[in-house]
């Protein structure tokens, strides 16, 4: 069965679609990647799919349920969404932040159980950020508290994450180390990923799939080695693609 659904689905906001008739599935074992310009709804898209906005057309079911039919718990056990947001504010250490994915599966209101917190810093590691667990989110440079935002979403454990630009602020080494992470993280247990990139090199590393949104409201979903070329990325950014940026091949076009 997929895991993710989207059928006829028309996103955006009151007298502007950004895309029109989308039709997405979303099966285990898959990583996907969502191109294209600022403002072409990738991120109106992500927060469809999380049921965080309403559609203007069409539906999303996840594991073949309409998805507003699940409750809040039951779908954060499913689906993990990363926004685009500073979380410099939250008041308390790494540890605690991490924490905050294991709300899901909770199961005592009177504290965290020993799973929990085993959950919580096998995350912290996944992410290097072992030796941080105690300091206080707020101290954290902009990349490391990326990078604990992320071990959130892998202390949560859903089958499907979705994520809004998660190599933001992250240097070259730990960009290397999440995508492989992620590539790893979709083929253990039925997972999958579907994540908003900027760097097309980033894409061709670890996606199979790929979903280009378009400035007029259309789109283009299939095999990320057949989408991922300079004529689809071109026509996707409207402008011509040096080999550095796109073609992934020779001494300039290194892979990130």
Known sequence: MSLLQ???????????????????TVDPGQVWALLGNNGSGKSTLLHTLAGLR?????????????????????RARRLG???????????????????LGRYPHRRSLWGWSEA????????????DLGGRAQRALGALSGGERQRARLAMLFAQAPV?????????HLDLRHQRELLARLRAWAGERGRAVLMSL???????RVCDRALLLFDDGSWQAGEAHALLDDACLER???????EASASGQGASGRHV
Do not use: K, M, N
């Open 6 to 24: 989207a059928r006829t689905l028309a996103i955006g906001y009151p007298g502007r679609t950004l895309v029109r008739r989308l039709d997405l």
């Open 54 to 74: 309403a559609p203007l057309e069409g539906g999303v079911e996840l594991d073949g349920r309409a998805l507003p039919s699940f409750s809040a718990p039951a």
């Open 81 to 99: 969404l990363l926004l685009q947001e500073d979380v410099s504010g939250f008041w308390g250490t790494v540890r605690d932040y991490v924490l």
């Open 116 to 127: 929990d917190f085993a959950s919580a810093d096998a995350a912290i590691a996944v992410v």
């Open 160 to 168: 499907l994450l979705l994520l809004d630009e998660p190599l933001q």
């Open 198 to 204: 900027h760097d097309p090199r980033a894409a061709r």
């Open 236 to 242: 996707l950014y409207g402008c011509p693609l040096d």
